[in-house]
């Protein structure tokens, strides 16, 4: 019963290049969710995937991210011409279409997150 | 006004005692409420779902006070694995409508 799946776990770029982020949702599960956490700050929500679909990118910085969660395989987070500041734990979670019944929270499941580091 | 906002502690306590952390939100709309653990650069952990009813699973007690806008997570008889950052998370509360808005955390440290 595979968790939430991320990889790499560990990413070094140097700036200017481009990063890719990959996760695998918990099966069964179809929404997927990146966070990103910066050293010492909260996990910030970033966006969030159906399918072919982006339902919310509110959290997303406006240049150089995005992200995909096409139809076969796993969701990715695309950041290009990484710069310092992007240097953070990158983590994915995912949930089922909906809560229990009468008692729905919606909860989310992370995977152990991507560690990318901007030389 | 930060959206979801905890005392970052830390709270040294020994063993075997009952520790309380509280948590604030700012979004009084917001829609279901959640503990996490997160253990040093690891992921986050689902610990318990908060209800308004408040509940309740093991050593770990967790209520809701909609009306003041805050969450309490209690744990008794606190164990050394109990050791960990505890994440206060809001659902519907400016991280989208259904991304997850996480407070700063709250450093426990149990002592033996």
């Known amino acids: 019963n595979a968790g939430v799946m991320q990889n790499p776990r560990h990413l070094v770029r140097r700036r200017g290049q481009e990063a890719r982020l990959r996760c695998s949702p918990m099966?069964?599960?179809?929404?997927v969710y990146w966070y990103r956490q910066l050293p010492e700050e909260g996990l910030k929500f970033m966006v969030y995937?159906?399918?072919?679909?982006?339902?919310?990118e509110s959290g997303m910085p406006k240049e150089r991210f995005s992200a995909e969660f096409p139809k076969e395989g796993p969701s990715i987070l695309r950041i290009q011409q990484v710069v310092r500041g992007d240097s953070a734990a990158y983590f994915c979670a995912s949930s089922s279409s909906t809560g229990l019944a009468g008692r729905s929270s919606y909860e989310q499941y992370f995977g152990p997150g991507t560690r990318l580091t901007v030389t | 006004r930060k959206e979801v906002e905890q005392d970052p502690g830390p709270f040294n306590v020994p063993e075997g005692a009952t520790v309380a952390f509280n948590c604030t939100y700012s979004?009084?709309?917001?829609?279901?409420f959640f503990w996490y653990r997160q253990d040093c650069r690891k992921e986050p952990k689902l610990l318990m779902s908060?209800?308004?009813s408040g509940n309740e699973d093991g050593r770990f007690t967790a209520q809701l006070n909609r009306a003041s806008q805050y969450i309490s997570l209690l744990i008794r008889d606190s164990k050394l694995s109990d050791s960990a950052t505890y994440l206060c998370v809001v659902r519907g509360s400016g991280g989208g409508a259904d991304g997850l808005t996480f407070g700063k955390g709250t450093h426990l440290i149990i002592q033996p």
């Open positions: 979004n009084s709309a917001s829609q279901s």
């Open positions: 908060v209800y308004s």
């Open positions: 995937l159906q399918k072919e679909n982006i339902i919310d």
């Open positions: 099966k069964g599960h179809s929404h």
